[in-house]
């Protein structure tokens, strides 16, 4: 399979593409470091790269973020940093990429436990990574030819333990190993509309 | 208390303000037929609203919208629809209504069976409702003062079972005296970050 990878050097993305790249052909883009680059805030910057690349048969984005800080000073400013970047990002990038993707490919969007145990300051992420899922699942009924699509929902990464640790109290880290697994079910597989959850 | 409901003129809103209406001071805000008025996509439109009304105890909004349609030829611009409206405009009036609200209050805000139980057409607010339930779920949390939060998430209502019974094939319709329980459950209770599912 021709497979794009977004966010391709980021911590999940990396291994992921490393694990697919095994057996497939990937085409890693990211917002600086790919040789076909893409900001997914940006919906002309997506079809762009979809214009780039050209068909492919899955789309695994491990891309987005959102506003992390203080909820009694969060504006509404500060919540479209989410809206636009993990959500409307991802959706977009479903959006623009069903019209290059091949019958019975599949999208695999990322999003995180936060969208059902949120933790302090995390409110626009916890929004954004159920609205994600939400998406996966609605989508999933209505994408046509045979084409799938997932989200994954890791934990705290044990690689990311020495970082979020301290900030997500009481998470159970789980194996990056795991959180491959997620991806590699929903490319491989043959489930659709699932939220994937590794926790 | 006083009571703001924001869509008092709606199918839901009316009701729920007729039962409240019982037992405390109601002010009902609509976008044309209230003395004052709200436009909930606009953040400046629900700031103008709160300096009218002033501190208050209790906030309801059964208010909001999204886009309804063809998920083929949904573009980023639709999907903007339901983020302004249902998403951004009921999570403003808590951003800006957190000033006003007296301690101990509670918002309550109104999603849907659609969160988790989408049908064709419905992509746009299944995400928008999921994002609202997440939102209440993670605020109650950090809201401080003792302010309580909640979403209604009710099913198809018996009062509009002819305008929505064909388009959610399957739903069993739900009494609109369950539904009006979920708000006084909110609102009266003493519940917090909760989705007060009614289906």
């Not at 699942?137 to 705290?156: C, Q, T, W």
């Amino acid at each position: 399979m021709k497979i794009i990878i977004v966010g391709a050097t980021g911590t999940i993305g990396k291994v992921v593409a490393a694990e697919l790249g095994k057996r497939h052909e990937i085409i890693g883009v990211s917002a600086h470091n790919s040789p076909v680059k893409v900001d997914i805030t940006s919906a002309a910057s997506i079809a762009a790269m979809f214009k780039a690349v050209g068909p492919f048969d899955a789309l695994v984005s491990a891309s987005g973020g959102g506003y992390w800080g203080s909820f009694e000073k969060m504006t509404e400013e500060d919540f479209y940093l989410g809206i636009k970047s993990k959500m409307m990002g991802q959706i977009n990038l479903v959006l623009e990429g069903r019209k290059y993707i091949r019958p019975n490919g599949s999208f695999t969007l990322t999003t995180g436990i936060l969208a059902e145990d949120p933790v302090k300051d995390s409110c626009n992420l916890a929004v954004v990574n159920a609205a994600v899922n939400a998406f996966a699942v609605s989508a999933a009924m209505e994408l046509g030819n045979g084409v799938r699509i997932n989200a994954v929902s890791p934990g705290v990464v044990e690689d990311s333990r020495e970082k979020f640790g301290p900030i997500f109290p009481g998470h159970v880290p789980v194996s990056m190993e795991r959180v491959v697994a997620g991806f590699v079910k929903s490319v491989e597989g043959m489930v659709t509309g699932q939220v994937i959850k590794v926790y």
